[in-house]
Structure formats: C-alpha cells, structure tokens
C-alpha cells in the first residue's frame, strides 16, 4: 500500500474557487476508491486522479501539520 509519504514531501496548494477556512470544504470523497481527498495537498489530489489506484495507507501525523505552541 503506498503512504503518503511516498509520493513526496507535502505540497500545500489551495483549490480553485473555494475561499472558506473551516477546512472541511477541502476534502471530498474520491470517485475512484472512496478515500477522503484532502484537496489543499497536491499529492493527494495526483495520487487521486490517476485512473486506476489503491487507497492511500492512514498516515495521521504526515496528513496534518499542527501547530503545537511553543511554551
Ligand atoms: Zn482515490
């Protein structure tokens, strides 16, 4: 199974058309292998428009980047 690690380092884009901020706008449910899309990464968005592909491993902490705090 590919992670998303595997298809490089994040590449953080922004969708055409949408300006929200509350995120979930941002995902949507791929046609291919029913996987949530997380469309401010373009490497899911690739991964996702290849015509025939397996679901991407969960990969939970590459997937989101937080900002923790410093204190
Ligand atoms: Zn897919």
């Not at 029913?34 to 491993?57: A, I, N, S, T, Y």
């Given at each position: 199974?590919?992670?998303?690690s ?32 997380d ?8 991964w ?24």
């Amino acid at each position: 199974m590919t992670k998303l690690s595997d298809l490089g380092p994040p590449m953080p884009g922004m969708p055409h058309g949408k300006g929200k901020e509350n995120g979930q706008d941002y995902f949507y449910s791929c046609a291919t292998c029913g996987q949530k899309v997380d469309m401010r990464d373009f490497r899911q968005v690739m991964w996702h428009e290849k015509p025939d592909h397996e679901p991407l491993e969960p990969e939970p902490d590459a997937t989101v980047i937080e900002f923790t705090g410093k204190k």
